[in-house]
């Protein structure tokens, strides 16, 4: 069983404020072609996700890796789909984006949720939210770029299945890895704090 470090006393507080301040979402058009995450780099990434807080340690979140060849099954799976979903609403340039979009990350990963009944389910989003946010703020402390996607088939209870997800389970979007091509940026503002907290002291 995997256990919390005893201390965190060492760690630079200004460098987890610059790390949580520097996250960006970074559209996977962004990442360099061809160049795959590390085995090793990806499951500490994922293990970090895994430290996300949960209430009555339900720990619901699931991810489904799309590495290599399989990143190509994603893409035909959820191309199909559409395909077999949209009818009228059909469009074409949408369905060889999907075809095509998985391909240009080296790792996509599926988020589920895996439903319990001991816990009210917007906990349980929470929670699989904040596992979401580790693993991001993860890949950057990495150097690498990170897009959470919540298109394509994230919505279609046909999809589930295919992600291991029961009917009552959740598929939350997909999680788009890779490295940054040279020079990629991507910028970011935040409204002043004043507008978004009220203070009760007395």
Known sequence: ????????????????????????????????????????????????????????????????????????????????????????????NKFEKLQQSPLLSSHVLAIGLKRTQEVPEIEEISAVACAVQNLHLSAVAHGLAGFWSSGGVTYYEEAKPFFGLGPDDRLLGFFMLGYPKSGATARSTRRPLEEKVTWVLE
């Open 1 to 92: 069983m995997n256990t919390q470090l005893e201390s965190v006393s060492t760690i630079d507080a200004s460098q987890v404020t610059q790390l949580i301040r520097g996250r960006r979402s970074m559209q996977p058009v962004q990442f360099e072609a061809g160049r795959v995450v590390p085995e090793a780099l990806l499951r500490e990434l994922l293990e970090n996700a895994t430290w996300a807080p949960t209430h009555k340690r339900t720990e619901p979140w699931h991810f489904v890796v799309f590495g290599g060849e399989g990143r190509q099954r994603l893409a035909t799976f959820q191309a199909e789909l559409y395909r077999e979903k949209a009818g009228e609403k059909f469009q074409q």
